[in-house]
């Protein structure tokens, strides 16, 4: 993402900030003002296990599961997709054709003492858009930190709707998990759509990870640096950009995409940092 921002330059950053400006006005003056039922996915998920019958596609949902069990012994046991190591997924639910998705972003906080994250696959919902050309800027991997964020944009910005997993995440026991039952949580979470709008999910849906006991033998612990809430005010209007005017476009420039895209990442990072500091 910083080789990329570095080629856009100065004009591409004011741009980004003017829309983290103009964000942060209507989320503050006008909330729950808009009606936006059919603009927002109806949730963004955790689902332990991506491959219980029915198993997840990515244009499919099936059914959610929210803890999967590891158990930290170096055998393939529990629920494990490899050794001491599970498969989920982050998916979504009904993004509406009215505000196909081109780009998504979210991040995860998980319990670092026990999961390293190892790998990604992101080629879900917005992969099955035409002519998807990926363009992701998410952290690199493996991940230890305890928060990860994933951003991915379609260069294509034809868009996708409907439901989906967005990204498939396998994580791994470290070498010295803490027996118990551990809170996974999603904030920053949203789609980004053809005419430049950030749209939060109405809900979000976390899930947990149960070490070395079953899940629900204990009461589950949740990182202290995350504040669980509803997800934010969607914007009131698509965020404008000078690249592109803040019309709909059927051929959205690159460069105006990574302009949407830097600054969408923007709002969505100042979001998490907002509800950090109230915590
Ligand atoms: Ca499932
Ligand atoms: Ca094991």
């Known amino acids: ?49 991506p491959d219980a019958s029915p198993a997840n596609t990515p244009a499919s949902l099936g059914s959610r599961e929210i803890c999967a069990q590891i158990i930290n012994n170096n055998l393939l046991d529990a629920d494990e997709d490899g050794i001491d190591g599970v498969d989920f997924d982050i998916t979504a639910q009904n993004i509406p054709e009215s505000t196909k998705m081109i780009a998504f972003s979210f991040t995860l906080d998980y319990p670092p003492q026990n999961l390293i994250i190892t790998e990604k696959n992101t080629n879900g919902l917005l992969g099955t858009a035409p002519d998807y050309s990926k363009f992701d800027a998410s952290l690199s991997l493996p991940d230890s930190s305890g928060s990860y964020t994933v951003s991915v944009a379609d260069l294509s ?7 989906g997993f967005l990204t498939r995440i396998r994580a791994k026991a470290t070498d010295n998990t803490i027996k118990g039952n551990f809170a996974l949580i999603l904030s920053g979470a949203a789609h980004i759509d053809r005419n430049n709008g950030v749209w939060p999910p109405k809900n979000l849906e976390n899930s947990q990870i149960a ?69």
């Open 157 to 163: 910005t034809q868009g996708v709707s409907g439901s």
């Open 1 to 49: 993402m910083q080789k990329e921002s570095s080629k856009v330059g100065p004009f591409i950053r004011t741009a980004a900030v003017l829309g983290v400006l103009t964000s942060g006005f209507f989320i503050r003056e006008n909330p729950n003002t808009f009606a936006q039922e059919d603009k927002q996915a109806q949730s963004f998920a955790l689902d332990m296990d």
């Open 211 to 279: 070490i070395n006991e079953e899940c629900g033998a204990s009461p589950v612990t949740t990182p202290p640096s995350v504040e669980i809430q509803t997800p934010d005010v969607p914007t009131e209007k698509p965020l404008e950009f000078p690249s592109t005017g803040g019309q709909p476009q059927k051929n959205v420039s690159r460069l105006g995409l990574l302009s949407i895209f830097s600054g969408a990442l923007i709002i969505v990072s100042g979001l998490k940092i907002i509800r950090k500091n109230r915590s």
